[in-house]
Every structure is written in C-alpha cells, then in structure tokens.
T-cell receptor
Framework: DVKVTQSSRYLVKRTGEKVFLECVQDMDHENMFWYRQDPGLGLRLIYFSYDVKMKEKGDIPEGYSVSREKKERFSLILESASTNQTSMYLC?????????????FGSGTQLSVL | RKEVEQDPGPFNVPEGATVAFNCTYSNSASQSFFWYRQDCRKEPKLLMSVYSSGNEDGRFTAQLNRASQYISLLIRDSKLSDSATYLCVVNRRAGTALIFGKGTTLSVSS
C-alpha cells in the first residue's frame, strides 16, 4: 500500500513563528502537492513539485515556500505564520494504482495559528 | 468563470434514490478528470476516473462532455454509506496539478 505520511495531525503555533510541515511518500512518486482546505473554499493548491528540487507555485503560494531535496520528502514552510494560515493542510503524491492514476493523500495536518 | 465549479448542495435524498451531480470546468486544455469522495474529517479518496466514452463502476456512472466542458456523476440506488462530499477534479493541462471543485455534499437518509 502506498503511504503518504504527514508528520503531525494537529499543530498549534504562534503568530510570527516559522512552521515546517513535513510529508513523506514511500512509492517513488515524482509529483507531490500541498493543498489547504477551508470550509466553503474547498481544496486549494499551494505548491507542487514534479521532481527533486523542481517546484511550481499553485493558486495561493503567498506566505508559503517549499523544499524538495529528496524525492520522498516534500516540505511546506510557513516563513512567518499568520492567523489566516489556520487551516487543514493536505499533502498528496500522484501515482498509479493498478491501472488508475490517482492522488494519494496524507491524513492531513490541522494547523492553528494563535 | 471558476476553474472547476460544482453545485455545493446539500443534496438530501432517501435511500434507494438516484442522484446526479454536475461539474463544469473552464480550461479546454484539461485532459484528466476524476471524481473524489471525502468523508467528514478525512482525506479525499479517488472514487473514479472519468473517460471520454463515459464509464460505470457498480452503482456509479461518470460522463464527460468535452464540447460543453461538463462532467457528471450519477449514483443509483443510494445507500446511507454514500453520504459524503463529492469532489470534481480536473488537471490544468497534461502532467500538471489537479484542481479541485469545492465539492457537493450528499446526505442519504433512511
């Protein structure tokens, strides 16, 4: 079974802190993604990476950066956390299961910025 | 026009009902189309891919109309366990990120 693991299920941080959200996948997938999900807004793409050290901005990259130094790990960084970054963060990798292309999601990190 | 647009619902139906969800997308270069299902407080999971010729998986039928840039999902004989949010997902162009609609909420009652 493909596994996408996010380091924390719940995280509480203070405004201005630097926050690292880690995501690791074990299936050698090239494409990895970070989304945030907010009530009424759905899943919105923050950043994605299509290979090691390759990254591309999604729809809402402001206030975030990413790092992909190794294929299995894709980190999301909040340089200076703000209250409007309180959200559910979902990491995913893209691969094939049987004949079906799909996104494999981690269980999410609920981040609260106080 | 939003990139991926869905009727948010909620759709409240009795068990055994047939229900249809619609989705429109704005980018004519999109090539991959999917329906995902998300249960409350869980991550999204792939329900089915959508192919040009239409496809069926048990009680679920997905259809694609490229000319109208429209995708549909039909659920027959609804079960209580079908209660969830259904997400329409489209890629911007080949090999790029998948963009999610906001989802349509389905509640099936006995």
């Amino acid at each position: 079974d493909v596994k996408v693991t996010q380091s924390s299920r719940y995280l509480v941080k203070r405004t201005g802190e630097k926050v690292f959200l880690e995501c690791v996948q074990d299936m050698d997938h090239e494409n990895m993604f970070w989304y945030r999900q907010d009530p009424g807004l759905g899943l919105r793409l923050i950043y994605f990476s299509y290979d090691v050290k390759m990254k591309e901005k999604g729809d809402i990259p402001e206030g975030y950066s990413v790092s992909r130094e190794k294929k299995e790990r894709f980190s999301l960084i909040l340089e200076s956390a703000s209250t409007n970054q309180t959200s559910m963060y979902l990491c995913a990798s893209r691969g094939v299961e049987g004949t079906r292309e799909k996104l494999f999601f981690g269980s999410g990190t609920q981040l609260s910025v106080l | 026009r939003k990139e991926v647009e869905q009727d948010p619902g909620p759709f409240n139906v009795p068990e055994g009902a047939t229900v249809a969800f619609n989705c429109t997308y704005s980018n004519s270069a999109s090539q991959s189309f999917f329906w995902y299902r998300q249960d409350c407080r869980k991550e999204p999971k792939l329900l089915m891919s959508v192919y040009s010729s239409g496809n069926e998986d048990g009680r679920f039928t997905a259809q694609l109309n490229r000319a109208s840039q429209y995708i549909s999902l039909l659920i027959r004989d609804s079960k209580l366990s079908d209660s969830a949010t259904y997400l329409c997902v489209v890629n911007r162009r080949a090999g790029t990120a998948l963009i999610f609609g906001k989802g349509t909420t389905l509640s099936v009652s006995s």
